[in-house]
Structures are given as structure tokens and as C-alpha cells.
Nanobody
Framework: QVQLVESGRGLVQPGGSLRLSCVAS????????MGWYRQAPGKQRNLVAR???????DYADSVKDRFTISRDNAKNTVYLQMNSLKPEDTAVYYC?????????WGQGTQVTVSS
């Protein structure tokens, strides 16, 4: 059984920074990609950033140059450094691991950007 646990939730002012972490535990084999998604109230869940096996990264246009995804393969952990946060970044953030046995999601962590 694979479990993903996110941390780093919080309330931050516009322009501030926050770092999310997601640790995977259990029987994990051949991780092909790690990613972060977010879902705002009343909206669908969308990709924020992802990093694939070779180290290549993809970002949503709305977060380019503000967010950085990174990973620690030895710890089965993926991070999302979020800088210059805006109110429109407010959402529940989910991590997702794609593996040879399927895709797994974290439970979500709330990020609120407000003055």
C-alpha cells in the first residue's frame, strides 16, 4: 500500500513564500513522475508542476518563474517552493506520484494567500 503525506499548509500574505513537501511511503516501484496539482473551490484540479524521471520539469504558465519543483529520490519526497504568492494561488494542493503500479494522490493541503 502506498501513502502520500503532504505538509506545509498555511496562510500567507500576497508576495510571501511557502514550501510544500510530499513524502511517499509503502511499496513504491519505478516512479516515473512526481507532481503537484491544485484545486480551487468550484474549479477542477489542474497541474501546477511536475518532474519526471530524467529531471525534466513542466509548469503551468500561471506559476512559471514563481514556483520551483524539486525532489529527493532517496527519500521519495517531492517539494514545491512557492514564491511571490498571489491570492489566485489559493487552493488545495495535491501531490501525485506516477509509478509502475499506478498513480497515487496525497490527501491535499490547503494554501491560502490573503492579506
Amino acid at each position: 500500500q502506498v501513502q502520500l503525506v503532504e505538509s506545509g499548509r498555511g496562510l500567507v500574505q500576497p508576495g510571501g513564500s511557502l514550501r510544500l513537501s510530499c513524502v511517499a511511503s509503502g511499496s513504491i516501484f519505478s516512479i516515473s513522475a512526481m507532481g503537484w496539482y491544485r484545486q480551487a473551490p468550484g474549479k477542477q484540479r489542474n497541474l501546477v508542476a511536475r518532474i519526471i524521471t530524467g529531471g525534466s520539469t513542466d509548469y503551468a504558465d500561471s506559476v512559471k518563474d514563481r514556483f520551483t519543483i524539486s525532489r529527493d529520490n532517496a527519500k521519495n519526497t517531492v517539494y514545491l517552493q512557492m514564491n511571490s504568492l498571489k491570492p489566485e494561488d489559493t487552493a488545495v494542493y495535491y501531490c501525485r506520484f506516477s509509478t509502475s503500479t499506478g498513480a497515487y494522490w496525497g490527501q491535499g493541503t490547503q494554501v491560502t494567500v490573503s492579506s
